[in-house]
């Protein structure tokens, strides 16, 4: 048998198995050393292909996809630094648990510590951030080594979605020629249908005895709360809903909890938090004697402090599979379960939890506080970065996603994002909290056609602006408000600002860009707004837009910094003069 027959049907089987085992989309960025994945995904039938010429983009735009549609999407990329140029990616979908398949070319093996061109070491070169590693045999035809091309096809798909999802990394040795011939017969080996390593499911329970335990220790505790993190499950906002209506609870519901939008019972979804859990007297008088929390650690480092200022409260951490995301350093019970099937339980147990009334009271009535301000919040027609996610929250269409980029983006939009009947999906790359593939995680996110918003601040935009390729060549809509504070504007909250002589050199960054002449290079639509009686209008123009609609708001970083702190001021006041 020639080399480009075993070539081919190597290659055409893993391709293949992949299909039947769920991973159905592939961003490809171009290269020769991965002609044989590259064209053959493009043969199957069934494989949605995009082609991102830019591997860094392109890895974050397959992140912004999988965590959108919630399901696995495989990267290819050539050999050398391409395939390192996915590592930001792969570290975020690795704290973030987003499943990716990633698929790197490889010179073979006689190639490789000889000085050969584009080849450097990709044995295990994302380390841990991978869940399985594997290196693909040299390609061959023999039925048995198609039959293995096909298992570990399928164990990629199946372990990056196993468990907590995250990426895996197949390696593919090539030797040239390298273009697969598309003519054999039966190119696509097997004619069933069902995946070469089929599972069968089940979600995780809480028996009896553990739900009665569980109970059995809160029983006493008048002071407790639910607190909900950023997590993707968007059905289980009516079971947390639910169960805190049971027990008479507060939620503190982060803004990527899937739980401050949508139509189910919202009276005790406490919003504010982060406004009033600033002031230490505030969270010294708001003691618990248990915190629950669902997902990730909140965004609001006030709540980190509100943690670990109250070590001594029973603390438990509910996670679907497994995982230790404790930050505060606290003693903590973590609960492994299903989420949603965990508040049902407790929920139908023969007896709750009895809450004192006046502690749910409290924290409504600061709540109220916090929302009446930030509301009504003005800046004399100026808009601030505050007032712009507030608008952008009024302005987003129903059954939307908003994708939100991160340091002040999320955090503003942790404060001004107030319960809302919309069903909104809201989505961040919060595994590392990094700046970079904003634009094409996004687009990634914008894909499928929902209308979406990208919230984010001028520096992610900046890094990111070659992923602003992807809508211009697949016709993606996508609005962005571009929040431009010219630098570094996170940076004027936290005490590096005091340092006067060095502030704006290395945390100010102040970059001075024109960012229309790329916007108009990519085809995007451009609109700079400075007032706050303009914004909601041309947001509302940006959603009937087709391509890429950039609203540009530009703020001072000083005076947004100092209308910040007036807002937390005068919530402090009142409620403090309340007391």
Request: hydrophobic share 40%; net charge negative.
């Amino acid at each position: 048998m020639s080399h480009i027959e075993a070539l081919t049907r190597y290659t055409a089987n893993f391709v293949d198995e992949l299909v039947k085992s769920g991973v159905t989309e592939v961003v490809i960025s171009p290269g020769s050393r991965s002609t044989p994945l590259a064209m053959t995904i493009v043969e199957h039938a069934d494989m949605k292909q995009w082609v991102i010429i830019d591997e860094r983009s392109a890895a974050f735009f397959a992140l912004g996809r999988a965590k959108k549609s919630k399901r696995p999407v495989a990267i290819v990329c050539t050999s050398g630094t391409a395939a390192a140029n996915y590592f930001p990616a792969i570290v975020e979908a690795h704290y973030s648990r987003v499943p990716l398949v990633v698929l790197t070319a490889d010179r073979p093996h006689e190639l490789r510590d000889v000085g050969a061109p584009q080849s450097i070491d990709q044995l295990k070169m994302y380390g841990d951030y991978v869940k399985w590693f594997h290196e693909m045999a040299i390609p061959d035809a023999d039925p048995k080594m198609l039959d293995y091309a096909r298992r570990k096809a399928s164990r990629a798909a199946h372990s990056a979605t196993e468990g907590n999802a995250g990426p895996v990394h197949v390696n593919f040795p090539f030797r040239e020629p390298l273009i697969p011939d598309f003519s054999l017969e039966n190119l696509w080996g097997s004619i069933d249908n069902s995946s070469y390593f089929p599972t069968i499911n089940g979600k995780k329970r809480l028996d009896h005895s553990a739900i009665t335990y569980l109970l059995g220790k809160l029983q006493t505790k008048k002071r407790g709360l639910i607190v909900c993190g950023p997590q993707i499950n968007e059905d289980l906002a009516e079971a947390i809903t639910a169960l805190a209506a049971r027990w008479n609870v507060p939620i503190l519901a982060d803004p990527l909890s899937q739980i401050r939008s949508g139509e189910h019972y919202k009276d005790l979804i406490i919003e504010g938090y982060d406004a009033f859990l600033r002031n230490e007297a505030v969270r010294k008088k708001l003691k618990p004697d248990f915190i629950i929390r669902f997902g990730a650690m909140p965004v609001s480092k006030a709540f980190l402090f509100y943690v670990k200022e109250h070590m001594d409260a029973e603390q438990y951490i509910v996670e679907e599979h497994s995982g230790y995301r404790e930050p505060a350093g606290n003693r903590t019970e973590f609960i492994y379960g299903d989420a949603q099937l965990l508040c049902e339980d407790l929920k139908a147990a023969d007896h709750g939890v009895a809450i004192d009334k006046n502690w749910l009271e409290e924290w409504q009535k600061m709540n109220q506080i916090a929302k009446k301000h930030l509301i009504s919040a003005t800046s004399d027609g100026a808009v601030t970065e505050g007032i712009a996610v507030r608008c952008l929250m009024e302005s987003i269409p129903e059954a939307s996603t908003l994708y939100v980029g991160n340091s002040m983006a999320i955090r503003d939009l942790d404060t001004f994002y107030m319960t809302t009947p919309k069903q909104l999906s809201i989505l961040a790359n919060r595994g590392a909290n990094g700046i970079d593939g904003m634009v094409s995680s996004g687009l990634g996110a914008a894909a499928n056609g929902q209308p979406t918003t990208l919230l984010l601040g001028d520096l992610s935009f900046f890094h990111d602006m070659n992923g602003l390729l992807a809508a211009k060549h697949y016709n993606i809509n996508l609005t962005i408000v571009l929040i431009n504070n010219d630098g570094g504007g996170i940076f004027s909250f936290l005490p590096q600002q005091k340092e006067k002589d060095k502030f704006e050199l290395l945390f100010g960054t102040s970059h001075g860009i024109d960012f229309s002449h790329a916007i108009t290079m990519y085809g995007g639509e451009h609109h700079i707004v400075t007032r706050e009686s303009e914004l909601m209008d041309v947001l509302f123009e940006s959603y009937q837009y087709e391509g890429v609609s950039v609203v540009e708001v530009k703020t001072d970083r000083t005076s947004n910094m100092e209308w910040h702190r007036t807002q937390w001021s005068r919530i402090e006041n009142e409620i403090l003069k309340g007391e």
